[in-house]
C-alpha cells in the first residue's frame, strides 16, 4: 500500500493510471512477481503480489521510482510523488487457509469503502481495479495477473464464463454483507496469518533466518539474476570475461546485452554500464534509442 506524498494525486487521469499499470508489468517481467490483485484510486494504491524471488524491496525501489520518473516527464513536474514514509507492506500466508482470499476481497472492494459507487452500481464499474479483470477471459487479461489462487480459495475449481459468473457473485455478495471488522488487521497489523505462521516470522526475525530457509530458487538476488544473465550472454558470444574491456563501449553485443538487463531486471544504469564496461552516458543513450524503437 502506497499513498502521494501529503495525500497528494498519483494518478490525475486515465492515462496515467494506464501508465502505473504498464509500469508493473515490467516489473513483473523483471522480477518474476506474481499480482494476484490491485486497486489504483486517485492518492493511493493497493497491490496484492507474490514474489518467488523474496524482491519485493528491488522491485518497488524500480517501480515506484520508474513510475515517479515517468509521472514526472508527463506533467511537466519534478520532486517527489509517493510518501516519505516509503509504502506499508503486510505479509500474508498464501497456503490456502483463506487468508489471500481476505486480502485480495479487501483490495476489491475498496471502491465501495471509499463510496465510489452508489448501492445500484456493480463493482466491475469501477476500472482501474484487478476486479474487473478477473470477469474476463484469460486472453484478455494481463498475462502478469494470476486469478487462479483467489478463484480457489473463492471454492471455485475452474477460470471459466460460470466459474466468473460465481466469483462475481460470491463477491457482490461479501460486499454486502462487509462490516469492516474482518479487515481491521489488514489496516493495524504487521502479518495476516495463523499462529503458526506468525510464528514462524518472528522466529526468521528474532533468529536471523538467512536465505537458506527459502531454498535455491528464492535465493537469487537482482544482482545474482543479473550477474547470471551476463555470463550467459558471454557463453553464447563464446567470450572470456575479459573480452568486455578489450571492446569498444559501443559494441553491438555489449549495446544488446546492457538493453536485455535494463529490461528484464532491476540493476541501475550505473551496475550495467562498471558491469559491461561501457561508460554509464551510453547505457542511457542506448535505453532511450531501445524506448524509440518499441514504440515505433
Same mark, same amino acid.
Given at each position: 500500500m502506497?499513498?502521494?506524498?501529503h495525500r497528494?494525486?498519483?494518478f ?5 493510471r494506464?501508465l502505473?499499470? /504498464?509500469s508493473? +508489468?515490467?516489473?513483473?517481467?523483471k522480477?518474476d512477481?506474481?499480482i494476484?490483485?490491485f486497486c489504483?484510486?486517485s ?5 496484492v503480489v507474490e ?7 528491488d522491485?518497488?525501489?524500480w517501480l ?12 511537466k ?5 509517493f510518501s516519505p ?6 505479509i500474508?500466508?498464501? &497456503? +490456502?487457509?483463506?487468508?489471500l482470499k481476505?486480502v ?8 465501495a469503502?471509499a463510496?465510489?459507487?452508489s448501492? *445500484?452500481?456493480?463493482? &466491475?464499474?469501477?476500472?482501474? &481495479? ?5 470477469? /474476463?477471459?484469460?486472453?484478455a487479461r494481463p498475462a502478469?495477473?494470476r ?9 471455485i475449481?475452474?477460470?471459466?464464463p460460470?466459474g @466468473?459468473?460465481?466469483?462475481?457473485k460470491?463477491?457482490e455478495?461479501?460486499r454486502v454483507a462487509?462490516d ?13 496469518g ?6 514462524e516470522?518472528l522466529a526468521?526475525?528474532s533468529? /536471523? ?10 535465493r537469487?538476488?537482482?544482482?545474482a539474476?543479473a550477474e547470471?544473465m551476463v555470463?550467459?550472454e558471454?557463453?553464447?558470444l563464446g567470450? @572470456? *570475461? ?7 563501449k559501443?559494441d553491438a553485443?555489449?549495446?544488446?546485452i546492457?538493453l536485455r538487463l535494463?529490461k528484464e531486471t532491476?540493476m541501475t544504469?550505473?551496475?550495467?554500464a562498471?558491469r559491461?564496461?561501457m561508460g554509464?552516458r ?6 532511450s534509442t +531501445? *524506448?524509440?524503437?518499441e514504440?515505433?
Amino acid at each position: 500500500m502506497n499513498r502521494g506524498d501529503h495525500r497528494e494525486d498519483i494518478f490525475r487521469s486515465r492515462k496515467d493510471r494506464e501508465l502505473f499499470l /504498464k509500469s508493473l +508489468g515490467e516489473a513483473c517481467a523483471k522480477t518474476d512477481w506474481q499480482i494476484h490483485a490491485f486497486c489504483l484510486m486517485s492518492n493511493h494504491l493497493q497491490l496484492v503480489v507474490e514474489t518467488p524471488k523474496a524482491n519485493l524491496v528491488d522491485g518497488m525501489k524500480w517501480l515506484l521510482g520508474t513510475y515517479t520518473s515517468r509521472f514526472n516527464r508527463r506533467h511537466k513536474t519534478f520532486g517527489r510523488l509517493f510518501s516519505p514514509e516509503g509504502y506499508k507492506s503486510l505479509i500474508a500466508d498464501g &497456503s +490456502g487457509n483463506g487468508y489471500l482470499k481476505t486480502v485480495c476481497d479487501y483490495v476489491h472492494l475498496n471502491p465501495a469503502r471509499a463510496k465510489l459507487l452508489s448501492a *445500484r452500481q456493480r463493482l &466491475s464499474e469501477f476500472r482501474w &481495479s484487478s476486479y474487473g479483470e478477473y470477469l /474476463k477471459g484469460r486472453a484478455a487479461r494481463p498475462a502478469w495477473l494470476r486469478v487462479d489462487r483467489l478463484l480457489g480459495e473463492h471454492g471455485i475449481p475452474k477460470d471459466s464464463p460460470a466459474g @466468473r459468473e460465481e466469483f462475481e457473485k460470491r463477491v457482490e455478495l461479501r460486499r454486502v454483507a462487509e462490516d469492516g471488522e474482518e479487515f481491521k488487521p489488514l489496516v493495524r497489523g504487521w502479518c495476516l496469518g495463523g499462529e503458526a505462521f506468525r510464528a514462524e516470522l518472528l522466529a526468521q526475525v528474532s533468529e /536471523k533466518v538467512g536465505a537458506e530457509h527459502f531454498g535455491e530458487e528464492v535465493r537469487e538476488s537482482a544482482e545474482a539474476k543479473a550477474e547470471r544473465m551476463v555470463l550467459e550472454e558471454l557463453k553464447k558470444l563464446g567470450w @572470456r *570475461r575479459e573480452e568486455l574491456g578489450k571492446r569498444r563501449k559501443g559494441d553491438a553485443e555489449k549495446v544488446r546485452i546492457a538493453l536485455r538487463l535494463r529490461k528484464e531486471t532491476t540493476m541501475t544504469a550505473a551496475w550495467i554500464a562498471q558491469r559491461l564496461e561501457m561508460g554509464r552516458r551510453r547505457i542511457f543513450r542506448t535505453c532511450s534509442t +531501445g *524506448r524509440e524503437r518499441e514504440k515505433k
